[in-house]
T-cell receptor, first 118, second 111 residues
Framework: GAVVSQHPSWVICKSGTSVKIECRSLDFQATTMFWYRQFPKQSLMLMATSNEGSKATYEQGVEKDKFLINHASLTLSTLTVTSAHPEDSSFYIC??????????????FGDGTRLSIL | LAKTTQPISMDSYEGQEVNITCSHNNIATNDYITWYQQFPSQGPRFIIQGYKTKVTNEVASLFIPADRKSSTLSLPRVSLSDTAVYYCLVGRMNRDDKIIFGKGTRLHILP
């Protein structure tokens, strides 16, 4: 089955640091990937849609200068949390959908990245 | 994007069949219904997807009435390891179509 991998799974860093999270589709190509964040006991909140070779589309209220998204290849999207602060601490999850013309494909999710800013 | 409504939480016992119903009154013609399972500190895992009537796989069944305004996820003979949050999602499954998560149902299986 489709596999989406995230790295790192856990990161702890000081306030003011920039943190990069990678999302890879391991056995399929994905022109579109999605980034979510999730706070404890809450549902996933869509942050942005990452498009290969073009700019990401951000949801309302998500700062594009704060959360930089790069989708440089068909199998890799990165989310960089710039100048992270404690309020950015959260669980970040990416997803991707296999590209198949004429069929409906569910999204496959990575196992998430736990970001803790001290 | 169709809005979904699910029970916030449910309790059941090991060995029982669990049915979780999701309402999606404004589902569109091209929308599919997809269910995901999420354990703590993990990403959601795909369970099952359907468009109409009934779909069954090795882990669950999905029942969709003719009007498609609701759907029921059926988990046969649950075990403690089925304790998780279950999300019902409705939308087109094309490449660029985003999915908005509702609150999900927190299922707690008791011994």
């Amino acid at each position: 089955g489709a596999v989406v991998s995230q790295h790192p799974s856990w990161v702890i860093c000081k306030s003011g640091t920039s943190v990069k999270i990678e999302c890879r589709s391991l056995d399929f190509q994905a022109t579109t990937m999605f980034w979510y964040r999730q706070f404890p006991k809450q549902s996933l909140m869509l942050m942005a849609t990452s498009n290969e070779g073009s700019k990401a589309t951000y949801e309302q209220g998500v700062e594009k200068d704060k959360f930089l998204i790069n989708h440089a290849s068909l199998t890799l999207s990165t989310l960089t949390v710039t100048s992270a602060h404690p309020e950015d601490s959260s669980f970040y999850i990416c997803s991707a959908r296999r590209q198949r013309v004429g069929s409906n494909q569910p999204q496959h999710f990575g196992d998430g990245t736990r970001l803790s800013i001290l | 994007l169709a809005k979904t409504t699910q029970p916030i939480s449910m309790d059941s016992y090991e060995g029982q069949e669990v049915n979780i119903t999701c309402s999606h009154n404004n589902i569109a013609t091209n929308d599919y219904i997809t269910w995901y399972q999420q354990f703590p500190s993990q990403g959601p895992r795909f369970i099952i997807q359907g468009y109409k009537t009934k779909v069954t796989n090795e882990v669950a069944s999905l029942f969709i009435p003719a009007d498609r305004k609701s759907s029921t996820l059926s988990l046969p003979r649950v075990s403690l390891s089925d304790t998780a949050v279950y999300y019902c999602l409705v939308g087109r499954m094309n490449r660029d179509d985003k999915i908005i998560f509702g609150k999900g149902t927190r299922l707690h299986i008791l011994p």
